[in-house]
């Protein structure tokens, strides 16, 4: 079985990358989606394809729709949903994804460091896991795809 697993968040760090790598060493059967994660092209498609409305208001939200489209598609399509939640900005689009892979019921684990626990201490209720590192993400999946426990250094 190919597991399908969605990476949901942040777009401004390799963690998409870590986590797909350190997948295809360990030989793991997964398929792994997201959203568009070229920014411009994620905040401009729907204006460069419906046409640009006349205030930017309208802009955003023919975005968000055409977005919307795969994430929903996605989303639901995923076994496991991996949200990530960077430093550099709020990440409402990440908690929204959070929020819909909880309420359709998938495996859903954060990825954020200790100093966003509180303000997410909802979201982490609804996840399974919360991971701090790329590699503790890769071996969530290595042990619920593969069956395989590896322990880290110092665990």
Known sequence: MTWNVYLSGEIHTDWRARIEDG???AGLDIAFTGPVTDHAASDDCGAAILGEPAERFWHDHLGAG????RTRTLLEQ???????FGDQY??????????????LGKALVTLHP??????LKEVDRAALAVAREPEQ???ILRYVVAGELVKRAGA
């Open 78 to 84: 995923a076994d496991v949903v991996v949200v990530r």
């Open 66 to 69: 055409v977005n919307a489209i």
């Open 114 to 119: 200790p100093e966003h626990d509180h303000a």
């Open 137 to 139: 993400v890769v071996g």
């Open 23 to 25: 997948a295809a060493a």
């Open 90 to 103: 709020r990440q409402w689009n990440a908690a929204f994804d959070a929020g819909q892979a909880s309420a």
